[in-house]
């Protein structure tokens, strides 16, 4: 089961706008963490955001968690056509450390 | 590159068959993670280990097998494949619980 669900589920837009996605997740965690991944390939971890912060910035990305409504969001600022690939939510839920995976938000960025 | 390396990058192989995929966790590292990626069931947790000890199983199936070694490099033994085995399989690395999780660049299981 996934304990992350990521929405919307697609997303297009021009380079130069903004990308905002959100994660829901349903128990108490460690921390979340947002992963991308480009067509089939590995994950590349993006930011990890602690249960008690609530903001996050690394970037162009911008990070927030709301522990109170169990969710995140994620914000790209000024998309490249780089930025298109698949975003995925990972919630630790202090199982040593596993993380369960939303289903994934894929963003296409076009020049 | 985020320092975990598995191998083979992609496996193609028979219904029936037995593979091993391979991860070297990032240097220092002492907790690595199996995950498999399938259209239809997304990422999904298999197993952990931490310095050589199973810590935590997922949805792994019991065709499925996993060990760390004393140089902390782990291996996944998919045994008995079925078609419905192919997948992409990730091998993640952690300095410790609560840390950021590495990925390896993943290898793409088909069965034929």
């Known amino acids: 089961s996934q304990q992350g669900e990521e929405d919307p589920q697609a997303l297009s837009i021009q380079e130069g706008e903004n990308a905002t996605m959100n994660c829901s997740y349903k128990?108490?965690?460690?921390?979340l963490q947002w992963y991308r991944q480009n067509s089939g390939r590995g994950l590349v971890h993006l930011i990890l955001i602690r249960s008690n912060e609530r903001e996050k910035h690394s970037g162009r990305l911008r990070v927030t968690l709301d522990t109170s409504k169990k969710s995140s969001s994620l914000l790209i600022t000024a998309s490249r056509a780089a930025d298109t690939a698949s975003y995925f939510c990972a919630t630790d839920a202090g199982s040593w450390g596993k993380l369960q995976f939303g289903a994934g938000t894929q963003v296409v960025v076009t020049p | 590159d985020s320092g975990v390396t598995q191998t083979p990058k992609h496996l193609i192989t028979a219904t029936g068959q037995r593979v091993t995929l391979r991860c070297s966790p990032r240097?220092?590292?002492?907790?690595v993670y199996w995950y498999q990626q399938s259209l239809d069931q997304g990422l999904q947790f298999l197993i952990h280990?931490?310095?050589?000890?199973?810590?935590a199983k997922g949805n792994i199936l019991e065709r499925f097998s996993a060990q760390q070694f004393p140089d902390l490099h782990s291996e996944l033994n998919l045994s008995s494949l079925e078609l419905g085995d192919s997948a992409l399989y990730f091998c993640?690395?952690?300095?410790?619980?609560?840390?950021?999780?590495?990925f390896g660049q993943g290898t793409r299981l088909t069965v034929v």
């Open positions: 993640a690395s952690s300095r410790r619980q609560g840390h950021e999780a590495f």
């Open positions: 280990y931490y310095n050589g000890e199973e810590r």
């Open positions: 128990t108490s965690i460690n921390n």
């Open positions: 240097s220092g590292d002492l907790s």
